[in-house]
């Protein structure tokens, strides 16, 4: 039985997946990416479940960002293992976070249960929102604030902006 800081089994911290995300990403921020890059990045993880393979020149010509495109493929192929939060970060899309956080709409839900979603507030789009009046603070939000005990070791050090 696994213990909380002793463990003997391997635990997985980054997938494969991740790492030919991670380089499809890094290749367009330098400036070089191309079809290359893509179809042995993004299009070896589209063709595991037969999925359309990513092409630059269709992106281009539909009028998409290939930014956007790469950073969704990375929200979809990532979902649900933690990585969401630390990319809006690293990408410096705070304002996400401050959005009211949606459910479905409220017309997909069955006649015999509106009942239990009538007093639900939906957004215009008839959405139902979950949680709203969330806020970020640009730069306070980005950074964690440092221990008390880091600096009380080391009184130089200060406190990051905002905390």
Do not use: C
């Amino acid at each position: 039985m696994g213990t909380v800081s002793q463990d003997s089994n391997d635990i997985h911290l980054i997938r494969y997946a991740e790492i030919l995300l991670i380089l499809a990403e890094a290749r367009f921020e330098q400036g070089k990416l191309t079809q290359t890059d893509i179809d042995n990045t993004i299009n070896k993880l589209r063709d595991r479940v037969g999925m359309k393979k990513m092409v630059i020149s269709e992106l281009v010509a539909a009028g998409l960002d290939l930014k956007t495109e790469i950073r969704r493929e990375r929200r979809v192929e990532l979902a649900l293992e933690g990585q969401r939060y630390y990319d809006i970060m690293r990408w410096k899309q705070g304002a996400l976070l401050a959005e009211d956080v949606k459910g479905m709409k409220k017309s997909l839900v069955e006649s015999f249960n509106q009942q239990y979603v009538a007093t639900i507030a939906t957004d215009a789009k008839g959405y139902f929102v979950v949680n709203t009046g969330r806020k970020f603070i640009d730069p306070k939000n980005y950074l964690w604030p440092i221990p008390i005990t880091q600096v009380q070791r080391n009184p130089v050090l200060g406190q990051n902006p905002g905390w």
